[in-house]
């Protein structure tokens, strides 16, 4: 099944330059299994509120070298239960990078990103196109073209439905 | 245009005359290797049987599991998964090393670090085989990937060369030149790519010293490094070596994606505060800065090298009242090295605790800290929560910076015990 385009609003911009995923749930919290309570911890340290105002489709937007240090899966596995969809950034770390697509999670290394949108513009991704789209304000960016395995990933849902699909060459 | 050693190893591994960066192909991994952890190959044995149907891998010898975590198990339920890992190796017929030592250390030791392999497991750190001029990363869940088919799908990654100049000052060890090229080139300056050491400077640091460079490649972003073999690392690779192949080197008009040079003469003790390994600062302006526990080990820094070096800083003087201090060899034949050399008795003297070779105490499962401790380590890693409570401080440095901070008690400058 090819890729469905991502739109959603900007849920959040995390502007630091090599983020370190683990604060979005805060370190302490980073061995919480369920999914509820890790959720509720989320981006206390951002936006108390972010869980109410977050919806469905949402996505984030990060700074260069997004994912750098330790990466771990609960920050994100927390922030798709609140409904973000995907997440673009002007880079990528690839450890994070790596463990995330493994996971299924749409991720679009798209440089320019940080000047291109503003916190709750809403946004498309437009894979066939290579681009990403400020709907709300009508300007527009190439990102980065995904490797074709990464894309074969995503577009499975995850590393084992994608493994469990006939290899192509 | 000729071709780096990372594009000639990609190319034999995925049967093709030549690859160029940038190209997807389809790659054997000529090794894959784990450590058990849970939530890992625990999930990866099961989902092997269970998702895919395998009930044993088709070529054993291209496996490795190492048992180098939660050693010794302090748990039932530790000591459960070791059993899983045991059961697996034995019905797969796959090699399994377990109490020998931290994992990537051992790899290299046992045979796994053929010049001109490719390698793959899920951690980053396997990255230091690089030494020996092989191609080995890390892939995380993507292991998954190898453990059920022959061949694995990766774009082959450009490379940065960083070519070292100049000769190292006294007191300055290969963990101050790593954290100096953090500093210098940025933590995302090799990010997807190969991080390629060479240069004349290359003499300056051991082989041992080479490990600890490749190992910690991933702090500046790289999927892995890797360092063109020359005699004296083809003479410990080569008679270990579980297979043979023709080491490759890169060609001298090779096409790299950025080139850096290093000026070994202008680097001094330097230290990366927390919380992330991307802060290196001057050790020199955080003297006097108290800390209760030492850390020296992990497969980055606990090499015979770094031994030495501890020993010669500690011999006839005495660890600081109420620091801890930790030596924990890398391997087994480290460790014994030492004891022969005398080192264990020299670090003992002095005060050490000094342990059999374990992954734990780098990421707190052992010696864990609580709030308001502060650690000098040369672990991997000093983000918050590492080694114990994430009100705990790690503060990343050199063994000899480690020791010297043992004696008094707060971070000081090894050049003055040197």
């Known amino acids: 099944m090819p890729l469905q385009n991502l739109r959603g609003r900007v849920a959040f911009i995390f502007e630091e330059i090599d983020f370190d995923v683990d604060q979005i749930v805060g370190v302490k919290n980073i061995k919480i299994t369920d999914i509820d309570e890790l959720a509720a911890a989320a981006m206390q340290d951002y936006d108390h509120d972010f869980r109410n105002s977050v919806r469905k489709g949402d996505l984030l937007v990060g700074n260069a070298n997004f994912g750098y240090g330790h990466p771990h899966y609960p920050p994100m596995r927390a922030m798709r239960h609140l409904g973000i969809a995907g997440m673009i950034a002007e880079s990528f770390s690839p450890g994070y990078w790596r463990g995330e697509v493994s996971m299924g999670f749409p991720q679009v290394s798209c440089p320019g990103i940080l000047g291109l949108v503003r916190r709750w513009d809403e946004v498309e991704v437009d894979w066939q196109q290579g681009r990403v789209t400020n709907l709300t304000t009508g300007a527009s960016l190439p990102f980065e073209p995904l490797a074709l395995a990464d894309r074969r990933m995503i577009e499975a849902g995850g590393l084992v439905p994608y493994l469990k699909q006939p290899l192509e060459v | ?418």
């Open chain 2, 1 to 418: 245009m000729g071709y780096t050693i990372t594009e000639k190893i990609m190319a034999r591994a995925a049967g093709l005359p030549s690859v160029k960066a940038g190209d997807e192909v389809l790659a054997k991994p000529d090794y894959v290797i784990a450590y058990d952890f849970p939530g890992y190959t625990d999930v990866y044995f099961k989902s092997m049987k269970e998702d895919f149907g395998i009930e044993r891998v088709a070529e054993p010898d291209r496996f490795a599991i190492f048992i180098d975590h939660m050693v010794p198990a302090t748990s039932p339920k530790e000591e459960e998964l070791h059993i899983i890992t045991r059961t697996w190796c034995a019905e797969n017929n796959v090699p399994l090393f377990e109490r020998k030592g931290i994992g990537h250390q051992v790899a290299a030791e046992v045979g796994y670090a053929v010049p001109g392999a490719f390698v793959v497991h899920f951690d980053g750190h396997i990255s230091q085989l690089g030494t020996f001029g092989t191609l080995a990363m890390g892939i995380r869940r993507n292991i998954l990937e190898a453990f059920v088919r022959e061949r694995i799908s990766i774009r082959v990654p450009h490379t940065v060369r960083v070519d070292l100049e100049g000769e190292l000052q006294p007191g300055v060890m290969a963990r101050d030149v790593f954290h100096h090229l953090v500093r210098v080139l940025g933590p995302s300056s090799c990010r997807f790519q190969v991080l390629e050491l060479g240069g004349p400077g290359l003499s300056q640091l051991s082989t041992e010293g080479l490990q600890t460079v490749t190992g910690l490649a991933m702090f500046t972003g790289a999927i892995t490094a890797i360092v063109n073999p020359d005699e004296t690392r083809l003479a410990y690779a080569l008679p270990r070596a579980r297979k043979a192949l023709d080491p490759v080197w890169s060609d001298p008009d090779a096409d790299y994606a950025a080139r850096h040079t290093i000026d070994l003469s202008a680097i001094e003790p330097v230290i990366v505060i927390p919380p992330t390994p991307a802060n290196t600062r001057d050790l020199k302006d955080y003297l006097g800065l108290e800390v209760q526990v030492g850390y020296l080990g992990s497969c980055a820094s606990g090499r015979l090298e770094d031994l030495r070096v501890a020993a010669k800083i500690l011999a006839g003087r005495q660890v600081a009242p109420g620091f801890q201090l930790n030596v924990i060899p890398t391997s087994q034949e480290i460790m014994a090295a030492a004891a022969n050399e005398g080192l264990i008795g020299t670090l003992v003297a002095a005060g050490a605790f000094v342990s059999s070779p374990s992954c734990d105490y780098c990421f707190g499962r052992i010696a864990t800290m609580t709030q308001k401790q502060r650690a000098v380590s040369t672990g991997t890693l000093n983000v918050r929560g590492r080694m114990g409570s994430t009100d705990s401080e790690i503060y990343l440095c050199s063994a000899a910076s480690v020791a010297a901070a043992a004696i008094e008690g707060a971070i000081a400058d090894p050049r003055k015990y040197w």
